[in-house]
């Protein structure tokens, strides 16, 4: 699977962790971030299902999550 | 609905008709007792030479025809007997305007159905001040209704600029934002001196991932809107997570999103679907649509029994005219997208004529709502409203 094919996930930070700051630490474990949005504490990356099982063994997150798709809602 | 003497509802008093009550003002003295209600007031009355047809001795309470001087001497009558009185007088009640409100519209040549259904058309506010965003496909921002606003466009999708080649988000700005005096048509827009966060979040193609939206509402909120609008949806029933947070969040910065509750329903065919993601966050508003006689739309979700899966409020959103890119410029069209946009240009007025925010800002669009004889897990508190001058 090249770089390009690897899910893409929205990681929310535990509450009082700052998203910048968190950066670092979700590299280190194998993701590669994408967008960081402070003002939501989310960041947005890439990485396999094995970096997306270590970080959500962190104390720093809250959730990792699968990125959904959605359309515009008119008839 | 009742209401007496408000200056909404113009109770007025009969000449020479006055309620007097035989009971004591303070709730503390026990009432007059069964047997003076019965025998010691009528006596009193028609030794008065007052008529007691309108005397009522299970309530002790007459109406009686008199002039004031003659009441003052009746009611120094009855404390001679330890009678208590309280002399108001009679008034005429009428029905308010809510309680026969119009149940159907129809585009005119001056305002659409949607802008009359939820009174922005009779507002005197405009928004003037809110920073509303919609979070869409883009904005033609040089279609001529929108020259000289204030408005702010940003790309979210890569490759993308943020012109609007779908069509989708110019409506629901136009919706939402555009005039209400335009130079030709009907106006369509309710907030229409707010300023403009058209942030495009949803491609070319009118889908979009959670990597475009949450950055989206992540701009908005840097951007200090108060209101963040989102048409958009994914027909799952499961809550995401992000979206918890987001909402959440949305509010501890004084911000509230309103979202499409989902045209997943086919209520002809017996199916009403679920309110889908992301309007069943907890922490977002679901809007529902009705249509131009107040009647839930065929295609508008339901509630399910999830927290956050609740339909909060409905807007119009069957047969929306609005603009619409490049040289058609204006377009019809439905779906709970267009009823968002309602719902987000009435939180822009009442941001502007209240100054609440965020939750309280929920409240009071949920306050205010007109109530439909439909049932909640369709339209939640009913159709949202403009406030009117009066209710600053």
């Known amino acids: ?75 | 609905m009742f209401s007496k003497n408000s200056p909404r509802s113009a109770a007025t008093e009969v000449p020479d008709r006055f309620v007097i009550i035989f009971d004591s003002a303070d709730p503390a003295t026990p009432g007059i007792a069964a047997e003076a209600r019965e025998q010691q007031v009528p006596q009193l009355l028609t030794e008065q030479g007052y008529s007691i047809s309108e005397y009522f001795p299970m309530l002790g309470i007459a109406v009686v025809t008199s002039k004031a001087d003659q009441l003052d001497d009746f009611r120094q009558r009855c404390a001679g007997h330890q009678l208590p009185a309280e002399v108001v007088p009679e008034l005429i009640y009428r029905i308010l305007p809510d309680a026969v409100a119009k149940d159907s519209f129809s585009d005119t040549g001056q305002f659409t159905w949607g802008l009359q259904a939820v009174g922005a058309d009779l507002s005197s506010y405009t928004g003037k001040g809110i920073n509303l965003a919609v979070l869409d496909t883009g904005f033609d921002a040089n279609h001529p209704d929108f020259a000289g606003r204030n408005v702010t466009t940003k790309s979210l999708v890569d490759g993308e600029d943020a012109a609007d080649s779908h069509g989708h988000g110019t409506h629901c700005i136009g919706t939402s934002c555009g005039p209400r005096t335009p130079e030709q048509g009907p106006g369509y827009g309710v907030a229409s001196e707010a300023n403009i966060f058209a942030g495009k979040v949803l491609g070319a193609d009118g889908s979009g991932s959670d990597s475009n939206i949450l950055a989206g509402i992540n701009w908005a909120l840097e951007n200090k809107c108060q209101v963040i609008s989102m048409s958009l949806g994914a027909d799952v029933k499961t809550v995401h997570p992000p979206y918890v947070t987001a909402g959440r969040r949305a509010l501890e910065l004084g911000s509230l999103i309103v979202a499409a509750a989902g045209n997943n329903a086919q209520r002809s065919a017996g199916n009403p679907g679920f309110v889908g993601a992301p309007a069943n966050s907890p922490y977002i508003m679901a809007v529902a649509a009705v249509d131009s006689k107040l009647a839930v739309a065929d295609f508008s979700a339901q509630a399910i029994s999830t927290e956050g899966g609740e339909v909060d409020i409905a807007g119009p959103g069957v047969d929306v005219y609005s603009s619409w890119p490049g040289s058609q410029r204006y377009n019809t069209i439905s779906g709970t997208s267009m009823a968002t946009p309602h719902v987000a240009g009435l939180a822009a007025l009442l941001a502007e004529s209240t100054g609440l925010r965020a939750q309280e800002l929920w409240d009071k669009l949920v306050q205010e709502a007109r109530s439909l004889s439909l049932p909640t897990t369709d339209v939640g508190a009913g159709l949202a409203q403009a406030p009117t001058s009066a209710e600053s």
């Open chain 1, 1 to 75: 699977m090249s770089d390009s094919e690897l899910p893409v996930y929205v990681i929310t930070l535990a509450e009082g962790i700052e998203a910048t700051g968190a950066v670092s630490e979700l590299e280190s474990h194998g993701l590669q971030v994408k967008r960081v949005l402070a003002a939501l504490g989310q960041v947005i990356g890439q990485g396999s299902e094995q970096v997306a099982t270590q970080l959500r063994g962190l104390d720093s997150v809250q959730s990792v999550d699968a990125q959904r798709t959605y359309r515009a809602l008119d008839e």
